[in-house]
Protein backbone atom coordinates (compact mmCIF):
# COMPACT_ATOMS: atom_id res chain seq x y z
CA UNK A 1 0.00 0.00 0.00
CA UNK A 2 1.31 3.10 -0.88
CA UNK A 3 1.76 5.72 1.97
CA UNK A 4 2.99 10.25 1.75
CA UNK A 5 3.84 11.81 4.48
CA UNK A 6 5.13 15.19 4.60
CA UNK A 7 7.16 17.64 7.14
CA UNK A 8 9.46 20.19 7.70
CA UNK A 9 7.05 22.80 7.98
CA UNK A 10 7.03 25.71 10.38
CA UNK A 11 7.46 29.34 10.99
CA UNK A 12 10.03 31.61 9.21
CA UNK A 13 10.73 35.11 8.99
CA UNK A 14 11.05 36.48 5.25
CA UNK A 15 14.19 35.92 3.37
CA UNK A 16 14.74 32.87 5.88
CA UNK A 17 14.34 29.22 4.48
CA UNK A 18 13.14 25.78 5.15
CA UNK A 19 13.41 22.45 3.85
CA UNK A 20 10.00 20.05 3.24
CA UNK A 21 10.20 16.53 3.21
CA UNK A 22 7.99 13.85 1.40
CA UNK A 23 8.85 9.98 2.58
CA UNK A 24 7.03 7.84 -0.14
CA UNK A 25 6.61 4.51 0.51
CA UNK A 26 5.24 1.61 -1.29
CA UNK A 27 6.54 2.73 -4.66
CA UNK A 28 9.97 3.51 -7.02
CA UNK A 29 10.67 6.80 -7.30
CA UNK A 30 12.03 6.33 -10.79
CA UNK A 31 8.42 5.46 -11.67
CA UNK A 32 6.78 8.20 -11.03
CA UNK A 33 6.25 12.17 -10.37
CA UNK A 34 6.80 13.63 -6.99
CA UNK A 35 4.59 16.92 -6.83
CA UNK A 36 4.81 19.87 -4.32
CA UNK A 37 1.73 21.96 -4.20
CA UNK A 38 0.71 24.82 -2.30
CA UNK A 39 -2.97 25.88 -1.68
CA UNK A 40 -4.04 28.93 0.56
CA UNK A 41 -7.74 29.17 1.52
CA UNK A 42 -10.03 30.11 -1.04
CA UNK A 43 -7.54 29.24 -4.11
CA UNK A 44 -7.02 26.32 -6.05
CA UNK A 45 -4.16 23.99 -5.08
CA UNK A 46 -1.45 24.44 -7.34
CA UNK A 47 2.10 22.76 -8.34
CA UNK A 48 5.17 24.54 -6.91
CA UNK A 49 7.52 22.06 -8.44
CA UNK A 50 7.79 18.55 -9.19
CA UNK A 51 10.83 15.67 -10.09
CA UNK A 52 10.11 12.47 -12.69
CA UNK A 53 11.11 9.00 -13.79
CA UNK A 54 14.69 7.81 -14.01
CA UNK A 55 16.33 11.41 -15.68
CA UNK A 56 15.18 12.97 -12.80
CA UNK A 57 13.72 15.83 -14.38
CA UNK A 58 12.15 19.05 -12.51
CA UNK A 59 10.52 21.59 -13.36
CA UNK A 60 9.73 24.82 -11.08
CA UNK A 61 6.70 27.16 -11.00
CA UNK A 62 8.03 30.60 -11.95
CA UNK A 63 7.24 31.91 -8.77
CA UNK A 64 9.76 29.64 -7.16
CA UNK A 65 12.35 29.31 -9.60
CA UNK A 66 15.91 30.27 -8.54
CA UNK A 67 14.37 30.31 -4.93
CA UNK A 68 13.32 26.34 -4.37
CA UNK A 69 15.05 23.76 -5.24
CA UNK A 70 13.65 20.01 -5.78
CA UNK A 71 15.89 16.66 -5.36
CA UNK A 72 15.34 13.08 -4.01
CA UNK A 73 17.50 10.77 -2.41
CA UNK A 74 16.07 6.82 -3.79
CA UNK A 75 17.55 4.79 -1.31
CA UNK A 76 15.62 6.46 1.62
CA UNK A 77 12.46 7.19 -0.94
CA UNK A 78 12.36 10.78 0.13
CA UNK A 79 11.70 13.89 -1.88
CA UNK A 80 12.95 17.31 -0.43
CA UNK A 81 11.96 20.82 -1.53
CA UNK A 82 14.88 22.83 -0.41
CA UNK A 83 13.39 26.64 0.04
CA UNK A 84 15.62 29.91 0.29
CA UNK A 85 14.33 33.50 0.53
CA UNK A 86 11.09 32.76 1.52
CA UNK A 87 8.55 35.50 0.96
CA UNK A 88 5.20 36.18 2.32
CA UNK A 89 3.51 35.28 -0.03
CA UNK A 90 4.47 31.42 0.05
CA UNK A 91 2.54 30.86 2.91
CA UNK A 92 0.17 28.34 2.45
CA UNK A 93 -0.13 24.42 2.91
CA UNK A 94 2.34 22.32 1.04
CA UNK A 95 1.39 19.37 -0.15
CA UNK A 96 2.88 16.21 -1.74
CA UNK A 97 1.29 14.28 -4.57
CA UNK A 98 2.10 11.26 -6.14
CA UNK A 99 1.25 10.17 -9.63
CA UNK A 100 2.46 6.86 -11.46
CA UNK A 101 3.89 7.18 -15.11
CA UNK A 102 1.70 5.70 -17.24
CA UNK A 103 4.10 6.08 -20.03
CA UNK A 104 7.97 5.46 -20.27
CA UNK A 105 10.38 6.46 -23.14
CA UNK A 106 13.74 5.95 -22.24
CA UNK A 107 14.94 7.96 -19.30
CA UNK A 108 11.45 10.14 -18.93
CA UNK A 109 8.06 9.42 -18.25
CA UNK A 110 4.13 10.84 -18.75
CA UNK A 111 3.40 13.52 -16.30
CA UNK A 112 0.12 15.48 -15.67
CA UNK A 113 2.61 18.04 -13.35
CA UNK A 114 1.46 21.05 -12.19
CA UNK A 115 -2.47 19.72 -12.86
CA UNK A 116 -2.92 18.51 -9.78
CA UNK A 117 -5.79 16.32 -10.83
CA UNK A 118 -3.08 13.89 -12.41
CA UNK A 119 -2.31 13.22 -8.47
CA UNK A 120 -2.95 10.06 -7.71
CA UNK A 121 -1.94 10.04 -3.76
CA UNK A 122 -1.74 12.98 -1.63
CA UNK A 123 -0.17 13.46 2.12
CA UNK A 124 -1.53 15.10 4.40
CA UNK A 125 0.45 18.49 4.01
CA UNK A 126 2.86 20.71 6.40
CA UNK A 127 2.58 24.07 7.16
CA UNK A 128 4.55 26.88 6.27
CA UNK A 129 4.28 30.19 7.40
CA UNK A 130 6.31 33.48 5.97
CA UNK A 131 5.76 36.41 8.62
CA UNK A 132 7.85 39.09 10.80
Known amino acids: QLHVVESGGGLVQPGGSLTLSCVVS????????IGWFRQVPGKEREGISC????????EYDVSVHGRFTISRDNAKNVVYLQMNNLKPEDTGHYYC?????????????????????????WGKGTLVTVSS
Open 51 to 58: IRGPAATT
Open 97 to 121: GVERAIVRVGDEVSSSWPDPAGVEY
Open 26 to 33: GLTLDDCT
